[in-house]
């Protein structure tokens, strides 16, 4: 094979590929190419139609492995490295390395806690393994971070200290980046609580204050005993929990997160919350929770100093709501497609109180097949049921029933003790189809913005779906009281960069993360040096890159000698 070259006339240089052969002349007594087939222009060869060919030769001659396998080149060992990539360089853009980097220097600090914190916060948006495993294995073997790989246990550890010493100040600096980075939209602030459990079976026990020490390498600092069993929304009320607080922007970035023990109520986080928001320039901030944090001391304290807030309502309590608001008659106004909306207001002066009832019509019909195919399996259940025997009330079964979450409500017990169904139970709940109320001290605010604002508190279950899946953060295995609060900030953190990327590719990171970690980082031997090489990015990832504002990694990353081999040990004598 040969390439020739041919000037043309503007300049330009094209290139042909010929197949020669080399003839003796005697006359110039030299060897002399002969062409026997000329392929063309070598940008218009058909690469892999040669390739085949070459095969199809070796094929028939043989030596195709030797040809397949270069003697020269010798593969060591390869990495996913595209998500490790991509979080890095939005690590950097948020200048979270720089924060960490100013508390370091506070400390007058050398340790490397800022990669280290950097490798446990990728650690968990890309597979979410233990802090052990994350140094044991995923550091060496499961993706390429090469200046993470000469971290010790004692770093990782080390550095969680660190952060929760400094959380307040950490947070509060990176989120005032973030704002004026990504031009978040702080005006709403979502907040909403979860509960995360412990594999153990003993509740913490504190002091006479209900306190725990915390150890001398988190500041000394005193703790509430966390593990204590609770109201679990996680479906494991057999095992002490710890309850979280997360408070997010419109766009679903987290501000803040908060650790409260575990059997905590909702409704006392308010005031906790308020006060470590203080002075967070989130402009003309109006607090969004749901059902559960409504309660006259919560609104009372969300409205101290002119604070306001849009919060869900109970609709089944019998109170203000049931009997003055959803009872009150009225025209809905058209939002969408979907939503309508009317705004009842009560009282006069003082105790005035706006109300919105939104309805979504689609969402009717779905709650309305729901309790059809739920009657049919209750009418079902009761026509087995046998009647209760002289001196009982009713069976073990009909007791199950009765106490059931999911037939309970709709059941009652009749003359002689036999349970049927409660016709006037379905009425009212056929009257809440489809409907939410929520309630504001904003006049400012439209019923249109009532509404949207609280429907877009499901930014806040995303991002909890997200961190207990994606990023398993539940079980906690931590036993230390200030690292089970730097595993919930080390979550929220990689929350952020993964929502981030979210937003600006208008995808989930869960179909990011596959794309990317196509990019690989190859480790070979060639000619005495060993190399490290980027795989090359394909079309769609590349797309990937761009939409994210994050440019493709290097292709080469590092050239070095390859490493002597240890002498071999001197026989004994």
């Known amino acids: 094979m040969r390439t020739t070259s041919r000037r043309n006339a503007d300049g330009s ?13 005697p006359k110039r007594r030299c060897a002399i190419p002969k062409v026997i087939y000329n392929f063309g222009r070598a940008d218009q060869v058909d690469e892999a139609k040669m390739r085949r060919l070459a095969k199809s030769i070796l094929r028939v001659f043989g030596g195709e492995e030797d040809v397949l396998e270069a003697p020269d080149v010798r593969i060591l060992d390869s990495w996913p490295s595209g998500g490790a990539w991509v979080l890095d360089r939005l690590w950097h853009e948020l200048g979270i390395d720089q924060v960490l980097a100013g508390k370091m220097t506070a400390e007058n600090r050398t340790q490397p806690f800022e990669r280290a914190l950097f490798a446990m916060v990728a650690n968990r948006a890309l597979h979410g393994y233990s802090k052990l495993y994350c140094w044991e294995q995923w550091l060496r ?76 390498s988190a500041g000394a600092k005193a703790y509430p005993a966390p593990r204590k069993r609770g109201k679990s929304k996680n479906g494991r009320s057999d095992a002490p929990q710890v309850v979280v607080g997360l408070a997010v922007t419109r766009d679903g970035l987290p501000v803040r997160s908060w650790v409260f023990p575990g059997n905590t109520m909702d409704l006392t986080t308010v005031a906790r919350v308020k006060q470590d928001l203080q002075g967070w320039r989130l402009g003309r901030c109006v607090f969004v929770g749901d059902a559960g944090m409504n309660s006259d001391e919560n609104r009372r304290q969300l409205a101290l100093g002119g604070g306001k807030y849009i919060l ?41 109180q706006r109300y919105v009832v939104c309805h979504n019509p689609a969402e009717e019909e779905r709650q309305k097949r729901h309790r059809e195919r739920l009657l049919e399996l209750l009418a079902a259940e009761l026509a087995t049921l046998k009647a209760p025997r002289p001196g009982e009330s009713h069976s073990k079964r009909t007791c199950d029933l009765l106490t059931s979450e999911r037939f309970g409500k709709y059941l009652r017990q009749g003359r002689g003790g036999r349970v049927e169904i409660d016709r006037a139970a379905i009425k009212r709940e056929e009257r809440l189809d489809g409907k939410w109320v929520v309630t504001t001290n904003d006049d400012t605010l439209t019923p249109v913005d009532m509404a949207l604002g609280y429907k877009q508190l499901m930014q806040v279950e995303d991002c909890w779906r997200m961190m207990k899946t994606g990023m398993r953060m539940r079980p906690i295995y931590h036993w230390t009281v200030h690292r089970i609060h730097a595993h919930v900030t080390i979550c929220a953190l990689a929350l ?50 761009k939409v994210l504002k994050v440019p493709e990694p290097p292709k080469i990353l590092s050239i070095q000698p390859v490493p002597k081999p240890d002498p071999a040990p001197a026989p004994d004598a």
């Open 13 to 25: 240089t094209v290139q042909y590929h010929q197949f020669a052969e080399n003839v003796w002349d």
């Open 141 to 216: 073997e499961e993706v390429y971070l090469p200046d993470a790989r000469d971290l010790e246990l004692h770093h990782l550890y080390g550095a969680m200290d660190f952060l929760e010493r400094n959380k307040p100040e950490v947070e509060k600096e990176i989120y005032w980046r973030m704002a004026d980075l990504l031009n978040a939209d702080v005006d709403l602030i979502f907040y909403d609580t979860t509960s995360l459990h412990f594999e153990v079976d003993e509740e913490d026990e504190g002091d006479a204050n209900g306190e725990v020490q915390g150890s001398k």
């Open 312 to 352: 869900a309502s109970r609709m089944r309590a019998g109170d203000e709501v049931t009997t003055k608001v959803l009872t009150r008659p009225g025209r809905y106004h058209t939002v969408s497609g979907n939503l309508r909306v009317k705004e009842v207001v009560v009282g006069d002066g003082e105790r005035r």
């Open 496 to 545: 952020l960069l993964t929502r981030m990327a979210e937003n600006r590719a208008n995808d989930t990171w869960r179909n990011l993360a596959s794309r990317l970690q196509t990019i690989k980082v190859v480790e070979y031997e060639r000619d005495g040096s060993r190399i490290h090489q980027t795989t090359d990015v394909r079309p769609a990832v590349r797309e990937v890159l």
